[in-house]
């Protein structure tokens, strides 16, 4: 790929995820963050969580080393926080602090109450 488009990615990787690696890393160690999420149906690891797993280590990578399937999966972050965005808001009573959809975010790198 064009290192005109990874640096395009690195950019809006970079806007997407507002945590740091080691508050990410402290969330994704979470009950809160292993509760949410879309689950295979044999259960296990939400693929949310799987991917704050892979932010973690491309936050600890130096740009100079990483590859294209972490710019692919760059990509996908920015897309998923962008479109959860659209869609959420705050639980049923209102509130934002803890609902699915802040903790959702929060395992791919975004924390919305950081904005």
Known sequence: MAEQDHDATWKAFKEAVNMTPTALETFLDSDASQAVGQKPKAGGESTGHASGRHIVKILH??????????????????????????QGGPDDSGKVTDSPWRLSLMNWGHDPLKD
């Open 61 to 86: 990578t130096k740009k100079a080393d990483l590859t294209d399937a972490d710019y692919a999966h760059m990509r996908k972050v920015v897309s998923y926080v962008k479109r959860h965005r659209e």
